[in-house]
Structure formats: C-alpha cells, structure tokens
C-alpha cells in the first residue's frame, strides 16, 4: 500500500471557524491532489501540485487554498467553512503526472460544518 | 469539457451473478480511462485501466474495455461475490496537450451490494 496518511481523520468545526487538513505521503511523488466526495458527484478535484511550491486549481476551489512546502506534505485549507464544505476529503498521490499514472489514495476525512 | 456518466445505481445482486456497470464519457483529447473502488470505510483503490482505444483492462474478475467508437468504458463480472460489494467509480485522465497533470474526472459512482 502506498504511504499516505490524512488528519485528521474526522474533525466537526462551526462555520465560520478556519480549517487545515494534512496529507502526507512517504512515497516521494511529485503529484499531488486533494478531492471532495459527495453523493450524486462522485469525486472532484479541488486542488493539486505538480512539485513543492507549484499548485494550481481544480474544478471546485473556491473557498479553499493550498501548500505545499515540502514534497511529502499537501496541505488544504477552508478559510471560513461553511456548511456546503461537508464532506469527505481525499488526498492522491501520483508519480509521474502522466494521464496513464494511476493514483493512490489517502483513507479520507470526514468533514462537518455546523 | 470532459465528463464521465455511470449507470444510476444503487445495484443489487445475488452472489455469482452477472455484473455490468455501464460508463460513458466525453472528453475533448485522448484520455485514458479508470475503474476506480471503494470499499466501506476506505480510500478508492484502482482496479483497473486502459489507456488507449481497444485496449482491455482486467484484475480480480473484472474487465472493461475501451471502446472508442462508443465513448463507453462498461465494466463487467461474471460471477460476483459478497466480497464485491463496494461503490465503483469510473474515472477518465485527458491527454490532450499532454498536459493533463494527471488530473481525474470521475462519475458519480454506482454502489453495489452483493446478496449471499
């Protein structure tokens, strides 16, 4: 299994309030990416990063940023949640950037804005 | 754009039976194409792909081929277990430009239960 882990796990935060989620891989993959799954949408892409420092945007940014410091650290932040941010979040990973790489995927956190 | 349909779920079967979840996409290059699982509680693993026209992609009992002239990715079973109840995303990656980054466009998922 690729190294990825996710925090946290699950987190319940009120709107308004500031909220960093952590990826972090131990694979060293210069790919990185963070989706939200809600039912109805399948996954979709937030943000990623093509190497440390380098990010752009996603289908659904809005409300959210990102960094990425080092190679194995993406982290995703929701300035001011708000309710329509529930969700589940997944980081992936992916070696080369190539549309023929596969991605590997973190276990998710699950998100809830009061 | 790019976008990737799956048959509207959720699916229910008897163990050892037929699976087909249908999958068709738009895309504006030449994407590869992803069957992508869920299990409860999990992240998504892959489970299998193609990555060009006519190219079929198997693993664990399941296949699905890359049909081009059809713009449909359907992944089939022939005999389903319990074990393979789980949610099923089908997935493209566009080449066009090859600058995809790798970037993924997903369906909505089909969800599966399997019966004993």
């Known amino acids: 299994d690729a190294g990825i882990t996710q925090s946290p796990r699950h987190k319940v935060t009120e709107t308004g309030t500031p909220v960093t989620l952590r990826c972090h891989q131990t694979?060293?993959?210069?790919?990185m990416y963070w989706y939200r799954q809600d039912p109805g949408h399948g996954l979709r892409l937030i943000h990623y990063s093509y190497g440390v420092k380098d990010t752009d945007k996603g289908e659904v940014s809005d409300g959210y940023s990102v960094s990425r410091s080092k190679t194995e650290d993406f982290l995703l932040t929701l300035e001011s949640a708000t309710s329509s941010q529930t969700s589940v979040y997944f980081c992936a990973i992916s070696e080369s950037g190539l549309g023929t790489d596969t991605q590997y995927f973190g276990p998710g956190t699950r998100l809830t804005v009061l | 754009g790019n976008s990737v349909t799956q048959m509207e779920g959720p699916v229910t079967l008897s163990e050892e039976a037929f699976l087909t979840i249908n999958c068709t996409y738009t895309?504006?290059?030449?994407?590869?194409l992803f069957w992508y699982v869920q299990y409860p509680g999990e992240g998504l693993q892959l489970l299998l792909k193609a990555t060009k026209a006519d190219d079929k992609g198997s693993n664990k009992g399941f296949e699905a081929t890359y049909r081009k002239e059809t713009t449909s990715f359907h992944l089939e079973k022939g005999s389903v277990q319990v074990s393979d109840s789980a949610v099923y995303f089908c997935a493209l990656s566009d080449l066009k430009g090859g600058t995809s980054y790798g970037k993924l466009t997903f369906g909505q998922g089909t969800i599966l239960t399997v019966h004993p």
């Open positions: 895309a504006t290059g030449y994407p590869s």
């Open positions: 694979e060293n993959h210069r790919y």
